[in-house]
């Protein structure tokens, strides 16, 4: 059974950095599209970055060069780095995985259980 498991949360000040990482099991992270959200309390979930079978990365407008997603097919793991954080990125993030490389969330499958990151100004 496919299992996503995210770690690396905490908080942290404005222009800090944080790394996120996302490891899978049940399934092989290079035989599939991978993918980060978010969700701050009373929005929608907003998919930030992506990565297909082959290293092709998506980015939102949002974290678009100062967030960057890779993955290792050896660890099985996926990563978020994320730099120059600013209050506005505080939410729950949520790796993801599913056959389409796309930031919609409907169109992932397989979800973890999230972790916080909290920016203060």
């Known amino acids: 059974q496919a299992q996503l498991a995210e770690s690396g949360g905490g908080s942290v000040q404005a222009g800090g950095a944080l790394r996120l990482s996302c490891a899978a099991s049940?399934?092989?992270?290079?035989?599939?599209?991978m993918g980060w959200f978010r969700q701050a309390p009373g929005k929608e979930r907003e998919g930030i970055a992506s990565?297909?079978?082959?290293?092709?990365?998506l980015y939102a407008d949002s974290v678009k060069g100062r967030f960057t997603i890779s993955k290792d097919n050896a660890k099985n793991t996926l990563y978020l780095e994320m730099n120059s954080l600013k209050p506005e990125d505080t939410a729950m993030y949520y790796c993801?995985?599913?056959?389409?490389?796309?930031?919609?969330?409907?169109?992932?499958?397989?979800w973890g259980q999230g972790t916080q990151v909290t920016v203060s100004s």
């Open positions: 049940g399934y092989a992270v290079s035989s599939i599209y």
């Open positions: 990565i297909d079978r082959f290293g092709t990365t």
């Open positions: 993801a995985a599913g056959y389409i490389f796309t930031l919609r969330s409907p169109d992932y499958i397989y």
